[in-house]
């Protein structure tokens, strides 16, 4: 322990910033061992289980830049697919107080980063966390009676909630209501199983057998499960999300949906959001420098056709066309040229 | 083609070699094309291949830049000081180059990894990142050889084309050139200052103040690494320490001078004027790019640590695609040139430097 802190003191110690400088000691340590670093936080991958056919479970160590999360909230995932990273919000499954988190990530069809996790996580793998967030959390003062429902891969964060509780000793009553389409998908179920003192039930939607509830959320599933909870939380597909609202009071939630944009081929008629000066207009159609500029805004700028970079920003919703090249900037968070690139719908732009 | 003015696109002809090259408007639009076409290809191939290739360089720079400091603790004897302040030369080449040159050019900065992004990069050398990419990535490749636009002609220093009128100071031009080669880090560091302006009385140092600050951070840092703290841990045996990591500094001031000035400076390079570029079409553009470049021949080992400026024209052409793709793509380009009868200027690094020493010399006679 003393030798660590001393390695970190050194480490951290404004001489060896100047030995190491320009680039800093993070640069020479992650190339010994890739989670060495000081400055961002990252993970190796420690194992990995695939516990249904449509989803992957890891299991991730963290390095000492980790700060934690709260059972319930989401964690920017990046990982390196072809030479490009590429960020997703996940919510691990475990509880908030271990060392290791666990992720399950279910396989969304034409999803990049879950497909390639699905058929590629192995242990040694190295993934970088940050932004940890999100409201759906647990009150400091437990509920006495926990609803959870979750559908599909919505099951993490309340399973994370549910571990949590369980290491704290409560002593209140809990359901869990988990629903898939069979049972060979349904995620965590032999765990859930072993569990004394929480009432499981599961619904299927397509291959029904051996399920506990039949047909979609509803008043019959809600008195089988626990009538009257103190606190619903739910977390799965948005008609689930709203249907358990319909029928229960006191619902925290959180919906997955992946976000669909519709490329349109020629000036979208979106709104541009230039979200650091908190000005907004319509898409002219011309790129994004000349609209900003348009705007009265003075981004940095150089060449105006494509190649200096200078003007690079961060687009943070949203899909652009790149005029040079025509390719279409779809991934959320994506550095763009903005003097190339024009609006393909609503974006937002950290400018 | 910067700023819309009214006018016209027109037909560019240039001597090269004393034969006449002629590019029409609407032979450039076609020139432009096939070698947005190219561009076009290598974007879409872009992947792990590229982002493997930079990380072992990144690699490579890293170990010789830790093995070389490492013997040169021990530089009191001489095959350890040599080798010691080879492997830093080589370091720092490496550096400022293939990987610092490169990735300030946003060619990685579709990775999305933060440590090969154009923005956050910053090399190991005198001369500041931001400053860097204002002149360089922006001023030089977008007004490439166009005098009294381009500051890279002559830096504002030397005279390198016989469009810079004539003045007795020039007399020294051979002097200034070796002391910039000598000295090259601080000369790159300087540039930015825009001296000639203001000695020509145009600005004052007061308008410079800001830049000159950022100069200085980073120059002070620089030196206190390699002159002050390196050589006092090495405690008894600093001043080995400290020729060597002058030695490796000079080597590669030494280096990249020379590469350098063999991508715009040999023999039938073109120049051009503000009035050739008035209304300039992105074809104009590629065809300005290639006369006013010239490539050097040599191996795989002299590309990389080149950091490919040996394919200085397929660099100005497609300065943001991964310099180790130039190799591949300049037989492509070549032939391009070839039939729409743009001269493709190469050679090797001594002769293109020799022309270079040449025009040096003679330019500093009023010719």
């Not at chain 1, 003393?2 to 400088?21: A, I, N, Y």
């Not at chain 1, 437990?142 to 704290?168: A, C, K, Y």
């Not at chain 2, 180059?97 to 990775?111: A, F, K, L, P, R």
Request: aromatic share 8%; proline share 6%; charged share 20%.
């Amino acid at each position: 322990m003393f030798t660590q802190t001393l390695t970190r003191r050194v480490l951290s110690s404004p001489l060896v910033d100047l030995l190491t400088g320009p680039h800093g000691v993070d640069r020479y340590t992650e190339l010994v061992e890739p989670t060495w670093t000081s400055g961002e936080a990252r993970a190796k991958v420690i194992a990995v289980r695939r516990q249904t056919p449509r989803s992957v479970t890891l299991i991730l160590e963290p390095n000492r830049v980790f700060t934690g999360f709260r059972a319930g909230q989401h964690i920017n995932l990046t990982v390196e697919i072809d030479g490009r990273r590429r960020t997703r919000p996940y919510s691990p499954a475990s509880a908030e107080v271990t060392p290791y988190l666990e992720l399950t990530v279910g396989r969304h069809d034409g999803g990049l980063v879950s497909t390639y996790l699905c058929e590629h996580a192995r242990p040694g793998m190295i993934v970088g966390l940050d932004s940890v967030g999100g409201d759906f959390v647990l009150p400091a003062v437990r509920p006495r009676r926990i609803l959870f429902v979750s559908g599909g891969s919505g099951i993490t964060p309340v399973m994370s909630m549910l571990r949590t509780l369980r290491i704290e000793g409560f002593t209140g009553d809990v359901a869990f209501l988990h629903y898939a389409r069979s049972a060979v998908e349904a995620s965590y179920r032999n765990e859930l199983a072993a569990m004394a003192g929480v009432k499981v039930l599961h619904g299927y939607t397509r291959i029904t057998a051996g399920s506990d509830v039949a047909g979609r959320f509803g008043p019959a599933h809600l008195a089988a499960a626990m009538p009257q909870p103190d606190a619903v939380f739910a977390c799965g597909p948005p008609e689930l999300v709203a249907a358990v609202r319909e029928h229960c009071d006191n619902v925290s939630s959180e919906s997955f949906v992946p976000p669909v944009f519709n490329i349109a081929a020629e000036t979208s008629g979106g709104s541009v959001t230039f979200a650091d000066a908190g000005v907004e207009v319509t898409d002219d159609g011309r790129p994004l420098l000349d609209q900003a500029e348009a705007a009265g805004l003075t981004p940095e700028s150089g060449c105006r056709m494509g190649i200096c970079h200078s003007c690079t920003r961060r687009k943070t919703r949203g899909a652009v066309r790149n005029l040079i090249t025509g390719a279409v900037s779809s991934a959320e968070q994506e550095d763009v040229q903005i003097c190339v690139s024009v609006p393909v719908g609503d974006v937002d732009i950290a400018l | 083609m910067t700023t819309p003015t009214t006018a016209q696109p027109q037909t560019i002809e240039k001597t090269v070699a004393g034969k006449t090259i002629t590019m029409t408007p609407e032979q450039a639009d076609a020139f432009g094309r096939e070698l947005d076409a190219i561009k076009e290809r290598v974007i879409a191939d872009l992947g792990d291949r590229d982002t493997t290739y930079i990380r072992r360089v990144i690699k490579a720079q890293r170990a010789l830049e830790i093995g070389g400091r490492a013997m040169l603790f021990g530089g009191i004897f001489p095959p350890f000081w040599l080798a010691g302040t080879a492997m830093l030369g080589l370091s720092k080449i490496l550096d400022n180059m293939e990987i610092g040159h490169n990735v300030m050019h946003g060619q990685y900065d579709w990775t999305g990894d933060p440590t090969l992004s154009s923005k956050n990069f910053e090399w190991d050398t005198a001369c500041p990142a931001d400053q860097w990419r204002h002149s360089h990535n922006y001023m030089h490749h977008t007004y490439t050889n166009i005098v009294g636009m381009d500051r890279d002609i002559g830096y504002g220093i030397l005279r390198m084309s016989e469009d810079q009128p004539w003045r007795p100071y020039f007399l020294g031009n051979p002097v200034y050139a070796f002391l910039l080669m000598v000295l090259f880090q601080y000369g790159v560091a300087l540039h930015e200052m825009e001296t000639e302006r203001i000695t020509s009385g145009e600005i004052t140092i007061a308008d410079k103040r800001e830049i000159l600050e950022g100069i200085w951070r980073k120059t002070k840092r620089q030196t206190l690494k390699d002159y002050v703290a390196f050589p006092l841990l090495a405690g008894p045996f600093a001043p080995w320490v400290l020729t060597g990591n002058l030695t490796a500094n000079l080597i590669r001031n030494v280096w990249s001078y020379m590469i350098i000035f063999c991508g715009h400076f040999p023999e039938d390079v073109q120049q051009f004027t503000i009035e050739e570029t008035k209304a300039e079409t992105r074809g104009m553009w590629y065809f300005r790019q290639v006369l006013g470049s010239a490539n050097l021949t040599g191996g795989k080992l002299f590309h990389i640590l080149s950091g490919n400026l040996s394919f200085q024209i397929e660099h100005h052409l497609f300065p943001d695609v991964p310099a180790h793709r130039h190799a591949e793509i300049s037989e492509e380009v070549r032939e391009i040139c070839k039939r729409y009868g743009v001269p493709y200027n190469t050679g090797p690094l001594l002769k293109q430097f020799g022309t270079v020493v040449r025009k040096i010399v003679r330019l500093a006679l009023p010719v």
